[in-house]
């Protein structure tokens, strides 16, 4: 096989990478639209990933954020964004690389994109090609399923709700 000197995997990851940075400075300069929200997994430890020690013994490996109703000053880099949100009750300051990603989900229209380690986030440089997965692939939570499970969606007010997608993985 020959060898990739242009490392198409590479610009494929960035590029879906840039997808994401759009949707989120969209959403910091005018809110999100409709019933657009968006469901965002990263690894908590990775380099660059900024969470208080309390969210990091609760979430060692990775976390799941949603930015739906409840978030705050939400700011968008060339590399990272930082959003404010409220665990428990108790205001936090995260800030996520874009490196760290490792799924964004947007439940309302069955978007999803999964991302592979980026070598910047890990100590083991990965050189596959990020995956977008198919809708039916992806972990849709309807309002009805999720009061059935006692998982209640967010209400304004409420503080916002870290969810754990393995739940919803195939095994």
């Given at each position: 096989?020959?060898?990739?000197?242009?490392?198409?995997?590479?610009?494929?990851?960035?590029?879906?990478?840039?997808?994401?940075?759009?949707?989120?400075?969209?959403?910091?300069?005018?809110?999100?639209?409709?019933?657009?929200?968006?469901?965002?997994?990263?690894?908590?430890?990775?380099?660059?990933?900024?969470?208080?020690?309390?969210?990091?013994?609760?979430?060692?490996?990775?976390?799941?954020?949603?930015?739906?109703?409840?978030?705050?000053?939400?700011?968008?880099?060339?590399d990272?964004?930082?959003?404010?949100?409220?665990?428990?009750?108790?205001?936090?300051?995260?800030?996520?690389?874009?490196?760290?990603?490792?799924?964004?989900?947007?439940?309302?229209v069955?978007?999803?994109?999964?991302?592979?380690?980026?070598?910047a986030?890990?100590?083991?440089?990965?050189?596959?090609?990020?995956?977008?997965?198919?809708?039916?692939?992806?972990?849709?939570?309807?309002?009805?399923?999720?009061?059935?499970?006692?998982?209640?969606?967010?209400?304004?007010?409420?503080?916002?709700?870290?969810?754990r997608?393995?739940?919803?993985?195939?095994?």
């Open positions: 096989m020959a060898t990739d000197h242009i490392r198409y995997d590479v610009l494929a990851r960035d590029a879906l990478r840039g997808v994401l940075r759009s949707v989120l400075t969209d959403a910091a300069e005018h809110g999100l639209p409709g019933e657009h929200h968006f469901f965002i997994t990263f690894m908590s430890t990775a380099e660059g990933v900024k969470l208080s020690p309390r969210l990091l013994a609760q979430y060692p490996e990775e976390m799941t954020i949603i930015l739906q109703h409840q978030f705050w000053d939400l700011v968008v880099t060339e990272r964004f930082e959003v404010g949100l409220s665990f428990g009750g108790i205001p936090e300051r995260l800030v996520v690389p874009f490196a760290a990603i490792k799924s964004f989900l947007d439940p309302s069955q978007f999803g994109l999964q991302f592979e380690p980026s070598e986030a890990t100590e083991t440089p990965a050189a596959k090609l990020p995956a977008v997965a198919p809708p039916s692939a992806l972990p849709v939570i309807e309002p009805a399923a999720a009061a059935e499970r006692g998982d209640a969606p967010a209400k304004p007010g409420d503080g916002a709700e870290v969810v997608l393995d739940r919803f993985r195939k095994k």
